[in-house]
């Protein structure tokens, strides 16, 4: 019935009709969608981030009783953390490790990339097993690293067979060793994520320019540097950014293997967040330290947001002409 | 003197399969490792020089684990633990129930997104920020705030938090399957008179399908394999496997090397053949429409 009364009306109107009752229908849609988000946003975030800025200007410890009855303490917590050098150190200590251990990631995820990503004998095999340590839960990762690393462990005796020599890495329980153990593992662990992302953009590289360059005589060198790399340059960055934030937020290897130390020297932001409130039980100081640091990494991340959409955009627009040719 | 081409290509062959076996062998130490060690008998856990191959394989530790069988019943490691049984239940309630809430409710997000952009390309830029700033930061007032609630330590806890902060990926990564699936489908279901819902269900949706399934999966691993928010915000009720495994140190009797090898065997090989099976997936999991075929 409805469509017969619709027939009714003249062509035009009719159809400016439909698009706006298509337009009604896609607010409705919309909101309907997002309202449950927001609702889940404001109903768990909102009180966690009041909770957090509660804790951080009232001086509150397990201790002592009812969070509610907390004493006012202004910014004197803030002044505690900010002049902590535990947590300054922390940060660095993070940096280093993310920098260490992003560094590490790309250059052998880039260099089996590059070596694989034309077809040959054995790359299906080559390529599931070196997914493998990707697809492995963190902390049996770091279990495992711990039944190998024991100073008369295996990994010292296949080490002291390959060299000949009498090998003895302290990898546990030296100080100076422990954040590099840590940082060893993680890049064992994460080699596939850079892998798969570089290996995926080196197939997806337009075929065209490659050729006519070597038509041209350049050699196998001056393609990869000179075409490639910059064609690869959004890929690379993606790789390279996530991989940094996620080492920042690393926890299950550090913490299951050290627990911070030996002494401090793996306690990066999250392990020191982690004492802090879970070992001290310094709810406040843990409060506000995760303030601090949390507006730090929004600061890190609203930066890699940037870049991403930047490259993102510059990409959008290489391939728009051809998107445009499908959309028709 | 120049080396000619087909002896260049030897040559570059050679090195390539060179390298490609020594990262092999790197990845598969540990691995191997692991799985030895589950099969050695409590002697062999330590010894030097390292046991390679059990001289007595045995079978026990996989029976102490995941069976009621112990011959270990009256040391205090036995004593405190759970039986994973349980733990592996609390974790496919909870992975499956979140990825299920994340894939389902991000790809209704991501169909709007792709073709009626009811989120900005800003938006959806900011969406991401729920991954990637550490959930560490929150973690300590949200526990408290659970506590309160009386979420602290149940499923629906953890399922939320789950849920919230695999949503980005889920979007995502379905939002790029769909965006493949041409307009033109669409257009042409509904000239022929197929209600929008129907021309989801019956159209769109059989398109997606296996991009459905692979984001399912890839989302799967990430909540299977999460260690942090599990350890927190459960504590005794709902601890899932990881949490369970690190209850395997730290007793009077040192570490069980073994039974701690056998869990972990357990609790890697669904996420291994997840993985294996999506592999030609994963990259776009973590690309954000970046890397194009």
Redesign the interface.
Known sequence: MATEAAAAIPGEIRAGKREMTQARAVRRFKWSVLSVFIALMVGVLGPVLFLQLYFSFHDFSIYLGSWWDAEFAGLEIFEEVVTDPRLGIAIVRSVLFAAGSTLGCFVIGFGLALLMYRPFRGQALFYIVFILPMLTVPIVIAYTGEMLLYQKGPLNDVLSWISGQDVNVIWLANARMALTTVMLLEIWNWVPFSFIIMIAGLASLPKEPQEAAQILGASKWRIFLEIQLPLLRPVIILAIILRFLEAMAEFPKAWSLFQGGPGSATETIPIYLYITTWQYFEVSKGAAMSYVVMMIMIAIVLAAIYFLRREKRALDEMYGAADEDRAG | MAMSRARKKTVFEVG??T??VI??L??????F??IS?SFKPDHE??A???V?WSQEPTLNNYLNVWTDYSEYEDTQYIKSLQKPWIALRNSLIISLTSTFLAVG?GA??AY?VSR?R??S?TRM??L??LR???????V???S??YSTLGLLDTVIGLV??Y??TT?PYAVWMTKSFIDEV???VEQAAMILGAS?WRTIWEVVLPLVRSGLVATFLFIL?LT??E??LAL?LSKTEVVT??VE??K??GSTEG?V?GR??AL?VG??IP??I???FI?KH???G????????
């Open positions: 390539r399969y390298i490609l990262w092999l790197i990845v598969a130490f540990p691995m490792w692991v060690t856990w330590f030097w020089p390292p390679y409710f209704i997000l709007g009626y009811i989120l390309e830029f900011q991401l920020m990637m700033v550490p959930p560490i930061v929150v300590a007032p949200l408290l705030y939320i938090v849920f919230l949503l041409p307009r033109e929008r691993i299977w394999s260690y942090l927190i496997l990881p495994l690190s395997y140190e570490r090397y701690q090898a972990a609790v890697t996420l291994v997840i993985g294996v592999r994963l990259a776009r973590f690309s954000f429409g970046m890397v194009r075929r």
